[in-house]
């Protein structure tokens, strides 16, 4: 096989991952979109404190952490590009303490992904050496056992069994692993446990199917793709012109709206 033939099969193997991770990125952005309308603009939404909105959010960030270490195990990059994750996830945390403490961001899900990227960069020799399937399995059991390490429990996902000591709760270095002080707050939080453990799952994933996923010659959607290829970017600006957009659709409509009502 010719470099230039290589090249082209790249393309198409990961069109698929780009597809998935664009769908991901869009389903994201729709959901902070609802985030802003309901907790920075006062839209009436019972149904977004709800279950419904709970399990949507869940498979956002379920799926893009999973894709996350599935991708790492492919890159030959992995600790530089964890580096500039856990930075920018670092900056946006700066950002929102310093300009919109109401909605500070600390420990966030780009903070996590980089910090995992980090950690198994630097692991993957390790890794590498673990059966796929024992490393997936032992990954998901993890996952779900810890899933509700930061309420106080130890449990099978949302089904608390065993409580844990108080004394592990004690500040904001214990808040990064998944033991957050009562007095912590963050509105996008997502701590090293139980999170590393689903990046593993992907990553071991990769070890199970990498080789059928990469072998798919679907094109993907052209659109996804894009998004897919651009998902940091889209992720680190979304959210200010989301923002910017929803402020100024209220700006422009609040006085047709009153003058429509006035009417009445």
Sequence with gaps: MTEQTARTDLTKRCALLD?????TVINMVLFHAMW??????GLHAPWFHGTGAF???QAICCT?????GFCAAMGKHTLRRGAVVFGLGAGISLVTALFMPDELILFGVLTLIGSSMLIVGAAKPVLRKIPAWAGFAVSFVLFAFTRLVDTGYLGIFFKPLIALPRGLYANYVTAYFGFPQPEFYSTDYFSLIPWLFLFLTGFFL???CGRQVLSVTWKGVRPLNFIGRHALLIYVLHQPVVYGVLLAV?????PLLNDYFDVL
Aim: aromatic residues 18%.
């Design 36 to 41: 802003d309308l309901v907790y920075l603009f």
């Design 19 to 23: 597809s998935l991770r664009g769908l």
């Design 64 to 68: 893009f952490i999973t894709l996350s």
């Design 250 to 254: 209220n700006w422009l409509t609040t």
């Design 206 to 208: 990769h070890g199970i």
């Design 55 to 57: 399990i949507w959010q």
